[in-house]
């Protein structure tokens, strides 16, 4: 009896730094969304259409990442800790070259997947098209940001994702705060603010 409490608390302290950092991101997506929201109709619809692809993109290093994860927990319990670095080291080579490679093309030809959500040529097209290649110069940091995470929680250490994952969304909702509506001298970019303030979030994470 005790040792299945034990076992239980062992699973909840690792589940729960997960479960507050997926609930983080949500709500600060909910607080940029709301700013975003309180511009124009086509800055938001712009926003919507960049978000949906640099997300597809989010979710692909996800799953790399969750693979990487469960082959680090595997050799970190076999008591193989060069063999986890080396996995390491081969997963962020894999993400830099393909964030590289859709960082080049999404900024290069962004009214080719701008117009998987559109065909119109309108403002909100001509906003989305500005600003997806400026998001897309994060997609590098979060393959390597999240695959950092998840080489810790196979390591079964979700604390320090967590800390970083706070750290780097207090930075987004502040610079997208002044960068958004110009505030403390800066100039108000209005969407594009949002964009570089992501990108400036993630950079912040990846250096801390």
Not at 8 to 21: S, V
Not at 68 to 95: D, F, N, Y
Not at 179 to 196: M, T, Y
Request: proline share 3%; with cysteine; aromatic share 8%.
């Amino acid at each position: 009896m005790q040792e299945d409490r034990r076992i239980r608390r062992e699973i909840m302290a690792i589940m729960l730094p997960i479960m507050l950092e997926n609930l983080l991101q949500v709500m600060v997506n909910f607080a940029a969304a709301a700013m975003v929201g309180r511009l124009a109709i086509a800055d938001i619809s712009a926003q919507g259409m960049a978000n949906k692809i640099c997300d597809t993109v989010y979710y692909l290093f996800r799953g790399l990442g969750v693979g990487l994860s469960v082959h680090i927990a595997r050799h970190h319990a076999a008591g193989h800790p060069l063999k986890c670095r080396s996995l390491l080291l081969h997963g962020l080579a894999s993400v830099v070259c393909l964030g590289i490679l859709l960082t080049g093309l999404i900024g290069t030809f962004p009214a080719f997947f701008i117009r998987i959500f559109s065909k119109e040529t309108d403002e909100a097209f001509a906003l989305a098209c500005g600003y997806l290649p400026q998001l897309a110069w994060m997609l590098p940091l979060w393959g390597i940001t999240t695959l950092g995470a998840a080489y810790f929680q196979g390591l079964s250490d979700t604390r320090t994702p967590l800390k970083i994952a706070v750290f780097t969304n207090l930075v987004n909702l502040l610079a997208g705060y002044l960068l958004i509506f110009g505030k403390l001298g800066l100039p108000a970019l209005g969407v594009r603010g949002a964009a570089i303030a992501t990108v400036i979030a993630t950079f912040c994470g990846l250096a801390g």
